[in-house]
Nanobody, 120 residues
Framework: VQLQASGGGLVQAGGSLRLSCIAS????????MGWFRQAPGKEREFVTAISWSGGTTYYADSVKGRFTISRDNAKNTVYLQMNSVGPEDTAVYYCAADRTGWSRGSYGYWGQGTQVTVSS
């Protein structure tokens, strides 16, 4: 499966942004999906994940209550709604997919990343 992330950009602190990730080449509805991010000089970190049905979600403590993951299987798309962003959210955001390992943080497919920059 191929993943294409988009929606990144420059946003002011306290603002909102929605990222999208479109999948192709696979049965999207059979994949768990996740979002990760990597800030300059830091390791990539888990942000959030969602089950194939959308019924189960996980969030990193740092984004809980501010970010929301959702998916539209009819559109082969997973979304990341980012609210109340702060400078600490500045990073390249990656979407990822896996059929079986997603709930353990193991993903076999990755998108190319989209840059999110939060200005203070």
């Amino acid at each position: 499966v191929q993943l294409q992330a988009s929606g990144g950009g420059l946003v002011q602190a306290g603002g909102s942004l929605r990222l999208s990730c479109i999948a192709s080449g696979g049965t999207f509805g059979s994949y768990g999906m996740g979002w990760f991010r990597q800030a300059p000089g830091k390791e990539r970190e888990f942000v959030t994940a969602i089950s194939w049905s959308g019924g189960t979600t996980y969030y990193a403590d740092s984004v809980k209550g501010r970010f929301t993951i959702s998916r539209d299987n009819a559109k082969n798309t997973v979304y990341l709604q980012m609210n109340s962003v702060g400078p600490e959210d500045t990073a390249v955001y990656y979407c990822a997919a896996d059929r079986t390992g997603w709930s353990r943080g193991s993903y076999g497919y990755w998108g190319q990343g989209t840059q999110v920059t939060v200005s203070s």
